[in-house]
């Protein structure tokens, strides 16, 4: 069965480092998310990803964010200088079109 | 006000009971409505999905969808420790952008 892969499962990383989270959605899938969810929280819209380029994006999704499908198969979301309220489950979804949308098991991130 | 709204619990039901798991929201335009199961520190699985107003069954799951008073439900009958998890619901309109509850925490007891 097809599923989105999301790599590392786990990153550790210093504060105000650069960090580059991983997905490879559903091969035929059209749009693309990235979710982040804070331990204990809801999970929070960051960006959505179409046709090379984002089509919505959250408060959250500020200047420090980026997000690039750099080879048509990855899907990947960066945060250039990282902070201590950054550390949260990361998770990457894929849908094709007015379909479901199947999600990724998550990165978890902690900046210390 | 926030897009989808939904009790975060905690709800705990002993094993057989019944469970109902219930969302509001906002948004006219939202045209598709899911329900995903989140075990601790995993990604959401999608359980339920359904588009417009109706019913849909799935062995023991149940999804209602009533969007002339933007309710969005989950039944569970015969529940199953198993069952114990987080359930968020999920609305979306055409534009395929998700918004999320803050999702139940349910616990079955044995």
């Known amino acids: 069965e097809p599923e989105v892969t999301q790599t590392p499962s786990h990153q550790v990383t210093q504060m105000g480092q650069e960090v580059i989270l991983r997905c490879v959605p559903i091969?035929?899938?059209?749009?693309f998310y990235w979710y982040r969810q804070i331990l204990g929280q809801k999970v929070e819209f960051l960006v959505s990803?179409?046709?090379?380029?984002?089509?919505?994006k959250s408060e959250i999704f500020d200047d420090q964010f980026s997000v690039e499908r750099p080879d048509g198969s990855n899907f990947t979301l960066k945060i250039r200088s990282t902070k201590l309220e950054d550390s949260a489950m990361y998770f990457c979804a894929s849908l094709y079109r007015n379909t479901e949308a199947f999600f990724g098991q998550g990165t978890r991130l902690t900046v210390v | 006000q926030k897009e989808v709204e939904q009790d975060p619990g905690p709800l705990s039901v002993p094993e057989g009971a019944i469970v109902s798991l219930n969302c509001t929201y906002s948004?006219?335009?939202?045209?598709?409505f899911m329900w995903y199961r989140q075990y601790s520190r995993k990604g959401p699985e999608l359980l339920m999905y359904?588009?417009?107003?109706g019913n849909k069954e799935d062995g023991r799951f149940t999804a209602q969808v009533d969007k002339s008073s933007k309710y969005i439900s989950l039944f569970i009958r015969d529940s199953q420790p198993s069952d114990s998890a987080t359930y968020l619901c999920?609305?979306?309109?055409?534009?395929?952008?998700?918004?999320f509850g803050a999702g139940t925490r349910l616990t079955v007891k044995p």
């Open positions: 359904t588009y417009s107003s």
């Open positions: 999920a609305s979306r309109g055409n534009n395929n952008d998700m918004r």
């Open positions: 990803f179409y046709n090379n380029e984002i089509s919505e």
């Open positions: 091969s035929n899938h059209l749009y």
């Open positions: 948004n006219s335009a939202f045209q598709y």
